[in-house]
Structure formats: C-alpha cells, structure tokens
C-alpha cells in the first residue's frame, strides 16, 4: 500500500478502482489544519484528469501495469484488428478510443505493445521513432525559408505531417511517435 505522502508525478495507483497515474503532487499546508496533499490524477482508461485532495489517512494499492507483444493487422472502416504476436489466429479488434492518433504512425505486420490493466487493454505502446516512407508531398517552392519553412506531406500509413521543405515524395523519414513530429530523414 502506498501512503498519501508517497504520492509522486509518473506513479501509477488505483483509485475508485481505476488505474490512474500521478501527473502532479503538491503538499498544501493550512494553519492548524493537517497537511493535505494536492494531486492532478489522469485516468489510464478514459484519459480525463481530475483534481483530489488526499488526506494522511488515505492510503492507495499501486496500479499493476503489464505490457504484451501484439501484431497489428489492418484497420477497416474505424475498426483496427491485432492479433498475438505467435499466434495469428488469436485476432481481437480494438476501439479507436484506445488507440487514438497512434494509428496513423503504425504499419502492418507492425509488432507494437499492448498496455493491459488486469485482464481489459487500456491502450497500445509504440516505439518511440518509426521510420516511414513519404507518399506524397506538394513541390518545394523557394520563398521566405529564413525560419525554416516547412510543408505538410502525407505518409504511407495515410497520416500528414509537417516536414522540412528538402523532404520529397519517396523519402524515408523518421517520426516521433509521441509527439506526431518529424525527427529526420532516414540514411
């Protein structure tokens, strides 16, 4: 079990029987009040955050968060098929509430992570840089680069991106798959 004090950003706790993660932990001290401890809590499952106050009686069980190879498949029509990573017969579908944004960095036969608390999936883990080829991409115009210039192009997964004005249709290139973002061009 885990005090209110052990309280700290990135611990993973359950609480109202839900897996939540500490995003901040503050102690707040009144005059001739008990400490309370102040902390942003963001859901694992839904993803919405909310603010409690924790007094020294609480006491928290730490969230068992396991991670399994899984293979994905193909996406059809909004849904998105997996399957173990040695079993291929063993195919499930996953909301895109789950996954999200992630889909469009993730290519088939890919082997990414599923996060799982208990027995329910509550999300996917991928590397953090993918490498991706550039399918399509407007001509480079010359103009005001002096800050950099940038344009959007659409990736092999079908996901848009900006990159640097040099990246051209064939290209290789490596994305952040946390922030969406060009990293570089692959050699």
Known sequence: MISYNELKSGKVIVFEDQPYTVVEAAFLRMQQRKPVMQAKLKNLITGKTVEKNFQPSDKFEEAEINTRPIKYLYSHKGEHWFCEEKDPSKRFQMENSLIGDKI????????????????????????????????????????????????????????????????????????????????????
């Open 104 to 187: 469009g960095f993730i290519k088939p036969n890919t082997i990414i992570e599923a996060v799982t608390f208990g027995e329910q999936t509550i999300g996917v883990k991928l590397p953090i840089k993918m490498e991706l080829e550039v399918k399509e991409a407007p001509p480079s115009t010359k103009g005001n680069t002096a800050q950099g210039g940038s344009k959007q192009v659409t990736l092999e997964t079908g996901a848009v991106i900006n990159t640097p004005m040099f990246v051209e249709v064939g290209d290789r290139v490596i994305i952040n798959t946390d922030t969406g973002e060009y990293v570089e061009r692959a050699k």
